[in-house]
């Protein structure tokens, strides 16, 4: 079986054959990653599935782990920060919620400079972006040593 391309529009009616919450999610994230170009309708579909994932209580790793990217992109520190610990206790096996809950914890209120290094750390052990991760702990030692 060759590659399969879709269609404009054919991820979204491939969604809509069952609305569960990892579809969702998928949907949720490739809005964010759009987010500059989005029209209204879309920007409050954006927002209405956020608000909607935001509460979620289950205990799928992956679904948190996801969480933790979405709120990371739109610039929510507290969800950031929630999604992130709960992936992390839930065991994540991604550098993706060591990462942004990393930067989560270094600038949340309040900001946790220990537990964000040690997440940082992680996350460049899982193969996250090492030049990133290497400037953000510069910064956080950095503002870490006495004046």
């Known amino acids: 079986m060759g590659l399969v391309f879709f269609e404009k529009g054919d991820f979204r009616k491939a969604l809509a054959l069952e609305v569960t919450t990892t579809n969702q999610l998928a949907l949720l994230q490739a ?3 759009q987010e500059r170009t989005l029209d209204a309708p879309r920007r409050a579909e954006m927002q209405r599935l956020y608000g909607e994932l935001k509460r979620y209580g289950g205990d799928r790793v992956d679904i948190w782990s996801n969480l933790t990217d979405v709120a990371f992109h739109l610039d929510d520190i507290p969800s950031t920060r929630r999604a992130a610990q709960r992936a992390i206790a839930l065991g994540a096996t991604t550098w993706h919620p060591y990462f942004y ?3 989560a914890e270094a600038v949340g209120e309040p900001p946790n400079p220990t ?3 040690s997440f940082l750390e992680r996350a460049e052990q899982l193969g996250g972006p090492r030049k990133h991760i290497a400037s953000f702990r510069e910064r956080l030692l950095e503002a870490q040593r006495p004046r």
Do not use: K, Q, Y
């Open 31 to 33: 809005l964010v990653r």
């Open 101 to 103: 809950g990393g930067i």
């Open 115 to 117: 537990r964000a290094l």
